[in-house]
């Protein structure tokens, strides 16, 4: 039975967003408290509540963090060389940049963040692959 009210969450959960009927906030929200009510699981839905607060607290602030962290490096100028150094190899040509872009990339993401590496690679080669015309989704991919 629980089993099946996961399945049934999930499957809600995905048609609520895809046809837009509710936010993803509001719809991460009501399908698994109402899924807990069904599930007579009322009285506990409180220290649920608080459990997954507490279990992602931590991982939220840290991600807070370092969009904070690395943007504020990025506008000093911090990454520049890197940068400079990959837009230099590339040239105009669309496979060294897409070589570039995975170079920054691995070079970004040494501190083992997603968030760092995308936020590096996008800033600094967005407008290379406009300038270049290049698919940004290939931009993405590669980071």
């Known amino acids: 039975m629980l089993a099946f009210l ?35 699981q009322g009285a506990s839905l409180g220290g649920y509540i608080v459990s ?28 520049d060389p890197i940068i400079n150094a990959a837009i230099k190899f590339a040239g105009d040509d669309p496979v060294k940049i897409t070589i570039a872009t995975v170079i920054l990339s691995i070079i970004g993401h040494l501190d083992g963040s997603g968030i760092t590496t995308t936020i590096i690679c996008c800033s600094a080669m967005l407008p290379i692959y406009k300038k270049m015309h290049m698919k940004l989704l290939n931009l993405i991919l590669l980071c």
């Open 6 to 40: 996961g399945l049934i969450t999930i499957i809600a959960s995905l048609v609520l967003m895809l046809s837009k009927k509710l936010t993803p906030t509001a719809t991460l929200v009501i399908v698994p408290t109402v899924t807990c009510l069904l599930a007579g």
């Open 52 to 79: 997954g607060v507490q279990s992602v607290s931590s991982t939220t602030v840290m991600f807070i963090f370092a969009i904070i962290f690395f943007n504020l490096m990025m506008d000093a100028g911090a990454f």
